[in-house]
């Protein structure tokens, strides 16, 4: 029997994955700020020190840029940005890769390298920077902070199970479909939720920087209209259970009522970020390059 109904690509509309992501997103920033506390806490005396006096430290020898834990921290620290470039750029190319666990995390995984990659090389210039290696420092500093503003704008961006960036009419599908869900499951309370949830006229940010300001705002708007929705959820007679099944849905429906509003500005931003991107970290590359073949030249190793 032959259908009418256009099948619609599955959206994933969740920003942020439930429980199993929160707990991988604590594990790296605890790693990281672990990592942080260490390096800096290992040498703060020789940091502190003021950069004329630092030659005649007892600690010079161990973290100026080509001593003991200051050439390390430069290996380890470049070392880990190629890496998190490396396992990225494949997941996202390779095919037989598409398998290996959700983009998103490996996302997380590529940002976590490549902060704490840029970490281990400014503890490597024991904070002093200059010549031509310093083109190459601040590209890569450009290209993390870069990295950090365009993970913000990409989970933003509503995705298919695929990954590949959702049409309009998959977005209109997914909301319609959530509205029939908490019709359902609110009965009479459905219009005052609604009115809560549902914006009155859909905002159309002017430009860039307008889909920026109203994606902040939504993110500070957000908890404000939870917690209206929950005021409103504990006056009902709806058990916990399906006080918590709503609250859930709300949260969705709040994400794709967002999406509506800045997919088509925030895909456009994202693909100016990537033009941005790219560049300064192949700058990075190449410059790094010429510094490491310098530095072997002139005999700057591993001194123990």
């Given at each position: 029997m032959s259908s009418s109904?256009?099948?619609?690509?599955?959206?994933?509309?969740?920003?942020?994955?439930r429980m199993a992501s929160r707990i991988w997103i604590f594990f790296l920033v605890t790693a990281a700020m672990g990592i942080a506390v260490i390096g800096i806490g290992i040498g703060v005396a020789y940091y502190l020190t003021p950069f004329s006096?630092?030659?005649?430290?007892?600690?010079?020898?161990?973290?100026?840029?080509?001593?003991?834990?200051?050439?390390?921290?430069g290996v380890v620290g470049f070392a880990l940005i190629a890496v998190g470039v490396a396992v990225y750029t494949a997941r996202k190319r390779v095919k037989w890769l598409a398998r290996a666990g959700k983009l998103k995390f490996w996302l997380e995984f590529h940002i976590f390298l490549c902060?704490?990659?840029p970490f281990l090389v400014t503890l490597?210039?024991?904070f002093k920077v200059g010549g031509l290696v310093s083109i190459a420092y601040w590209s890569m500093v450009v290209v993390a902070l870069s990295g950090i503003f365009g993970r913000y704008v990409y989970v933003r961006i509503p995705k298919t199970?695929?990954?590949?960036?959702?049409?309009?009419?998959?977005i209109e599908a997914q909301r319609a479909e959530l509205l029939q869900s908490l019709a359902a499951d609110l009965g009479p309370l459905a219009s005052e939720v609604d009115r809560i949830v549902?914006?009155?006229?859909?905002?159309?940010?002017?430009?860039?920087l307008g889909a920026i300001v109203a994606?902040?705002?939504?993110?500070?708007?957000?908890?404000?209209?939870?917690?209206?929705?929950?005021?409103?959820l504990t006056k009902s007679s709806l058990k916990p259970k399906q006080r918590d099944h709503v609250l859930r849905l709300v949260h969705r429906q709040l994400e794709v009522e967002h999406q509506m509003a800045l997919m088509l500005p925030l895909q456009r931003l994202f693909r100016y970020?990537?033009?941005?991107h790219l560049p300064l970290a192949i700058a990075m590359f190449v410059i790094v390059a010429v510094h490491v073949t310098v530095a072997t030249l002139f005999g700057f190793g591993f001194s123990r």
């Open positions: 109904v256009t099948s619609v690509p599955e959206v994933r509309v969740s920003r942020e994955p006096e630092r030659p005649f430290s007892d600690m010079y020898d161990r973290f100026r840029p080509a001593g003991t834990f200051g050439l390390r921290y902060t704490v990659g490597h210039t024991s199970v695929q990954g590949q960036f959702a049409g309009i009419a998959a549902t914006p009155v006229e859909r905002p159309h940010p002017r430009g860039l994606a902040l705002r939504f993110d500070v708007s957000r908890r404000t209209t939870v917690r209206s929705v929950r005021n409103v970020w990537h033009l941005l």
